[in-house]
């Protein structure tokens, strides 16, 4: 070392210890680098954020509690959390029964791929649908960490392609049976509406068809929503699949001869009235037991008092069992069958699709309501051809 030459910054390290790395940044006279993207912004005089600068993160600013898990876990509905456990844990097995293993979570773009060619190849087979698959996809692809999920681009063109061929090969989407008014009012009349049970059943069965409901709106409704009235019912559905905010008006159902859903409302609201279960955020609908009285639930139960969409779902295809129902036109009965039935019936009257969408709560604009919904019995009774003047004669051309 020459004299005029002293050490500005040193480390001691132990005798025969490596000597750390010369970073480029440690070269004398190297310029600092700074990250910048598109969405840079910096004050007067402010630098951005040097390269490789990390936040000074400890191990607690990854931690949640077991509390916030489990609040996170409630922005899924309990019959979508059921599904999707079912098909993760189908994915994990898979992953696990390869040679060697593959890794479920986080699984790369090749895992993905080949687990849904796989399902490809067993709906072939016969064991799924090209519809179930692409639902079997989409749950493992939202399972997986945001910032680490596999490109699905290639299985969904598989699927698409499957799907082409099995339609022109006679597969077919399976649909429930539409429980129509004619359908739904059988259906009430086999019900025994002198006892508590009759009166819930009664209500449910009519509103489900009245407000075009999904079992999980019914499940989650609450009495303050429903205003009764000697007319009718005005019916908020606070939260529905196409608004998760619950932004969407209320919806006044006027009363009509045939249902009675004013007289129907008053009975079972008296049955709960009895049972002090009349609160605003009390649920509509209530499970009973076989006496009629309210089945009681721990404290500490997810879904407090509501009934599971599940056990909805059971109680409307044992109605239409009872009434001797349970299939109509060849189609299995389930609770959606009651928002079919309303929808055919009001696109049977010519009701406009905008307005069935309002009644529905589906989407501006969606025509799932005529793609999916429309489900007449036998041939029906429209034909658009009807409109054509026969012979094709034009009003006012005829010869005198």
Known sequence: MTTDSEPLEAELVPAGAPLPALRP?????????????Q????????????????????????RLSEEDVADLEEDLAENTRINRDSTVRAFEAWCAAQDPPRLAYPCTT???????LHLIREGKAGAYKPDSVGQYMSRIYNWQPVDLRPDPSRVKGRI??????WVQAGGTVDRSAAVTLEYNLR?????????N????DALLAALAYSNLHREMELADQLIKRVKVYNTGLHVTTAVSKTDQAGQGPGRFIKDRADLQ?????????????????????????RALTRGGNLVTYPADRTRGTRMRPGSLKERLQFLAEQAGVPYIDGKKVTSHSWRAGANTDLAERGVPLAERNIAGRWAPGSHTADTVYDRRHGVG??????????YGEQPGTAEN
């Open 25 to 37: 940044d440690d070269a004398a006279g190297a310029e600092p680098r700074y990250l910048i993207t």
């Open 39 to 62: 969405h840079t912004m910096l004050g007067p005089g402010q630098l951005p954020p040097l390269a490789g600068a990390r936040p000074p993160w400890t191990d607690a600013d990854f």
């Open 110 to 116: 090749a895992t993905y791929t080949a687990y849904g």
């Open 160 to 165: 698409r392609a499957w799907k082409k061929t």
């Open 187 to 195: 259906i009430i009349d086999a019900i025994d509406e002198s006892t």
């Open 197 to 200: 049970i009759g009166k819930r």
């Open 261 to 285: 859903l004013v007289r129907r409302a008053r009975a079972w609201l008296a049955v709960l009235e009895n049972f002090g279960a009349t609160g605003g955020d009390d649920p509509l609908f």
């Open 381 to 390: 009774t429209r034909d658009p051809l009807e409109q054509v003047p026969l």
